[in-house]
T-cell receptor, first 116, second 111 residues
């Protein structure tokens, strides 16, 4: 079964610091990869996604992620975080199921706190 | 914009009660999903549906059932609520593409 690992459960950064959140998945086939974000009191929303093509994808609010197939990784990055980036971040992998269809599997989430 | 709405933001129920959580999407999506979100566990899939009157078990279906009588509406039912079902419940929908769109969530407390 596919699984997703997010190594950092809680991250605290100062404003303007650089961010990298790790995400690794286990699945041997073709995958689609996502990062979702949940700001305090708001619903989960898509930050960026990778389906195919350029492995470096850019999302909203200056975030980007790089798909490294050989490492089964899809790490999220931002060069300079802002206080408003305080949120919980979820990595997710969509993969085909043996019996047909596909399934989205989420990591356990990383709580990011950005301090002024 | 895709809009997914959930009937309640907060709900308090007693153990043994039957609980209905409603989800409605306005984009004619075929696929709908119910997750629960717990600290340190991320989102776990309870049930999903690819079409009207069709349902499939997710990873943690025990203690839950679902109903999809109309395309836009997907209901999650707790037949007899228990304290371990206290959680945040998220509904999502998607069309043929892979991006799921989420509702605001229902925070359920079972006493």
């Amino acid at each position: 079964a596919q699984s997703v690992s997010q190594h950092n459960h809680h991250v605290i950064l100062s404003e303007a610091a650089s961010l990298e959140l790790g995400c690794n998945y286990s699945y041997g086939g073709t995958v689609n990869l996502f990062w979702y974000v949940q700001y305090p009191g708001q619903h989960l929303q898509l930050l960026l996604k990778y389906f195919s093509g350029d492995p470096l994808v850019k999302g909203i609010k200056g975030f980007e992620a790089e798909f490294i197939k050989s490492k089964f990784s899809f790490n999220l990055r931002k060069p300079s975080v802002q206080w408003s980036d305080t949120a919980e971040y979820f990595c997710a992998v969509n993969a085909a199921l043996t019996g047909g269809g596909n399934k989205l599997t989420f990591g356990t989430g990383t709580q990011l706190k950005v301090e002024l | 914009d895709v809009k997914v709405t959930q009937s309640s933001r907060y709900l308090v129920k007693r153990t043994g009660e039957k609980v209905f959580l409603e989800c409605v999407q306005d984009m004619d999506h075929e696929n709908m999903f119910w997750y629960r979100q717990d600290p340190g566990l991320g989102l776990r899939l309870i049930y999903f549906s690819y079409d009207v009157k069709m349902k499939e078990k997710g990873d943690i279906p025990e203690g839950y059932s679902v109903s999809r009588e109309k395309k836009e509406r997907f209901s999650l039912i707790l037949e007899s609520a228990s304290t371990n079902q206290t959680s945040m419940y998220l509904c999502a929908s998607k069309e043929g593409g892979e991006t799921q769109y989420f509702g605001p969530g229902t925070r359920l407390l079972v006493l």
